[in-house]
C-alpha cells in the first residue's frame, strides 16, 4: 500500500497515493459486501423496523443487516503497516467500536425487535474505546498535532492535554451516534460520509499527514463500495456495526489531523440529524406533547413532508459536499 512520509508526492505519485488506498477500500468493501449479502440473507441476519418508523419503511423489515461489517474489512490493511505509527491505533478505533456495534445488532436480532445494548451502555463502551485511541495516538507519532482542535493553514489553535482529551472523547462519541441517527434511508449515511472523508483526505495531504490521509482514502473507498449494495432500493443495511464504525473512522481522522472542530461544519448532515433528536425530546418533554418537527430524526422530517427517500438523500448529499468543500477551503 503506497504511503508517503516528508514530502507530499505530486503528479503521477500523487494519482497513485490518491486512487490506491481508495481503491482498495472500495474493492475490500465491494467484495465483502457480495460474501455478506447471501451469507447473511442464510443466516437470517434480518433488519427489524422501528414500529414508530414512516409507514413507507415497513417494507424494509427483513433486508439483510450488519453489512457494516465491510467498513471493518476496508480497515484490515492497516495491519500489514502496524509498524508504522498511528495506524494500530486506528485500527482499535474502528474495529472496537464495529464489534459494539456488532453485539448491538446481534442483541437486537435475537430479541426480535430493535432493542440492543442500552443507550447509556454504547455510550460508556464508546468512549472507554475512545479513550484508548485517544491516549494512545498522542504518544505513538512524533509529528502528530497534540492537543490541537483546529488548524486553518498554519495556525492551530491548541489547548490544554486534559481539555483535547475530554474534548476528544466527545467528538469520537458525538459523531459516532450522529452518524447512527442518520442512518434511517438508504445510502444515507455511507452517501453522507464520502465528501467530508474525502475533505480531509485533501487536508491530510495539505498538511503531510499521511497516515489519516490513508485512513480517510480507505473509508472514502469503502462507502461507494457499499453504495453497490446500499443505494436505494438496499439490499443490504449497515446496522449499528457500520455506523459505530463509519462515525468513529470519521472522527478519527479529523483528530489526527488536529480538525476536530472541523467536523462540526463538514459533518454538518450528522450534526443536524444529532440536533434535530435533541431538539425534538427537549421540545416535547418542556411542552408535554408538542413537537418541532413532524419526526426525528431530521430526514423523517423531510420525508413525511413529501419527499419521496431518494430525494432526501440525494439532496442530504449535495449538502454534505457543499458544508465539506467549504471546511476544506476554510482550513487549507
Known amino acids: 500500500m503506497l504511503i508517503w512520509f516528508g514530502t507530499p508526492p505530486h503528479g503521477t505519485d500523487l494519482a497513485m ?33 422501528y414500529e414508530d418508523a414512516p409507514a413507507s419503511h415497513q417494507v424494509k423489515a427483513g433486508t439483510p443487516t ?15 503497516d502496524l509498524q508504522v505509527p498511528m495506524l494500530g491505533e486506528f485500527l482499535i478505533l474502528v474495529l472496537g467500536c464495529a464489534a459494539i456495534g456488532a453485539i448491538d445488532d446481534l442483541l437486537g436480532i435475537f430479541r426480535g425487535r430493535n432493542a440492543g445494548l442500552k443507550a447509556r451502555t454504547k455510550l460508556l ?6 479513550l484508548l485511541f485517544l491516549t494512545r495516538l498522542d504518544s505513538s507519532y512524533a509529528d502528530f498535532p497534540r492537543q490541537t482542535l483546529l488548524a486553518i493553514g498554519t495556525w492551530h489553535w491548541t ?17 459516532i451516534h450522529a452518524v447512527n441517527l442518520t442512518d434511517g434511508l438508504d445510502g444515507l ?9 474525502a475533505a480531509f483526505a485533501a487536508l491530510g495531504f495539505a498538511h503531510v499527514l499521511p497516515q489519516p490521509t490513508l485512513v480517510a482514502l480507505l473509508g472514502l473507498g469503502a462507502c461507494v463500495g457499499f453504495l453497490l449494495y446500499n443505494r436505494h432500493p438496499a ?38 440529524e444529532a440536533l434535530s433528536v435533541i431538539l425534538q425530546v427537549s421540545f416535547f418533554k418542556a411542552t408535554r406533547g408538542k413537537r418541532i418537527f ?26 454534505s459536499a457543499v458544508l465539506s468543500a467549504l471546511g476544506w477551503w476554510i482550513a487549507k
Not at 489547548?159 to 466527545?170: A, C, D, I, N, S
Open 66 to 80: 450488519m453489512g457494516g461489517i465491510v467498513f471493518a474489512i476496508a480497515v484490515l490493511p492497516l495491519a500489514l
Open 189 to 197: 449515511a455511507a452517501g453522507s460520509s464520502i465528501a467530508p472523508l
Open 235 to 272: 439490499k443490504m443495511f449497515m446496522g449499528d456495526t457500520g455506523s459505530l464504525a463509519l462515525g468513529a473512522l470519521l472522527a478519527g481522522v479529523a483528530i489526527a489531523e488536529g480538525e476536530m472542530l472541523l467536523l462540526l461544519l463538514v459533518g454538518g448532515i450528522f450534526v443536524a
Open 125 to 130: 463502551l464508546t468512549a472507554v474505546v475512545a
Open 159 to 175: 489547548v490544554p492535554y486534559l481539555w483535547w482529551l475530554l474534548l476528544g472523547m466527545l467528538a469520537v462519541t458525538g459523531t
Open 294 to 319: 413532524r419526526m426525528s430524526p431530521l430526514h423523517h422530517h423531510f420525508e413525511l413532508g413529501g419527499m419521496n427517500e431518494l430525494e432526501v438523500t440525494t439532496r442530504f448529499w449535495g449538502i
Open 17 to 49: 497515493a490518491v486512487l490506491w488506498p481508495a481503491f482498495i477500500g472500495f474493492a475490500l468493501a465491494a467484495i465483502a459486501g457480495a460474501i455478506a449479502l447471501p451469507l447473511l440473507r442464510r443466516l437470517k441476519v434480518r433488519q427489524h423496523v
